[in-house]
Each structure stands twice: as structure tokens, then as C-alpha cells.
């Protein structure tokens, strides 16, 4: 099982914002997950890798992929407290899930 994170690459974001959106990311898809999957997900180690986009449509493209398979997934847009303007998305994180689920919205990306 794991989880993929697709930060947008065309934000310019700071390491420790890409971490922060990561982070947001990660967790909101995990809460949007059923517990007989976090509870796997979490039993193996919980697998994350990061992936990078450079726009918000392919993101949101993504997105919809996923829910159209019924996969665990979150999108975020942030607060805009210091480097971007509010509501701007940056993130989406798809599963946890078992990995060919994942691979099948996210697997032609590149790693961030």
C-alpha cells in the first residue's frame, strides 16, 4: 500500500512550504480513507512518495481520476499566511490505497 502527493512544481514553493503541503495533503487523503485502510496502510509502513505537476489543472485532472475510482484523496489550498495568495492549490494526495490503485491516477509522474 501507499500513498502518492502531487505538489505543484509551477508555485516556486519553499522547501518548508512543499513540506507543510505535503503534510496537509497526506493527512487530509488519510481521514478521507475507511479505517479497515488506514489501518493497513499504517500496519506497512505507510509509503509515501512525492510527485510533481506543473499546474492546477493537471492536478485537479488527477483528482478527478480519483474519485472516479473511488480512491482515498485530498486537495489542498492554502491559507495564503505567507507565501502564496489564499486559495491557492498546491497539493493533492491520492490513497493510501494498494499501490497499482495509486499507479493507475498517478504512475506516469515524475518525482518531485
Do not use: C
Not at 478521507?32 to 509502513?45: E, L, M
Request: charged fraction near 30%.
Amino acid at each position: 500500500m501507499k500513498q502518492a502527493i502531487v505538489a505543484r512544481a509551477d508555485l516556486g514553493m519553499g522547501e518548508g512550504k512543499l513540506a507543510a503541503q505535503v503534510a496537509h495533503a497526506s493527512l487530509m487523503a488519510y481521514e478521507d480513507a475507511d479505517d479497515r485502510t488506514r489501518s493497513a496502510w499504517k500496519g506497512d509502513g505507510q509509503k509515501k512518495v512525492v510527485l510533481r505537476v506543473d499546474g492546477e489543472s493537471r492536478l485537479f485532472e488527477l483528482a478527478d481520476r480519483a474519485e472516479i475510482e473511488g480512491l482515498p484523496h485530498a486537495v489542498v489550498r492554502d491559507a495564503g499566511h505567507t507565501q502564496l495568495d489564499p486559495g491557492t492549490v498546491t497539493t493533492l494526495a491520492v490513497g493510501p490505497a494498494e499501490d497499482d490503485r495509486v499507479d493507475s491516477v498517478t504512475g506516469d509522474l515524475p518525482l518531485y
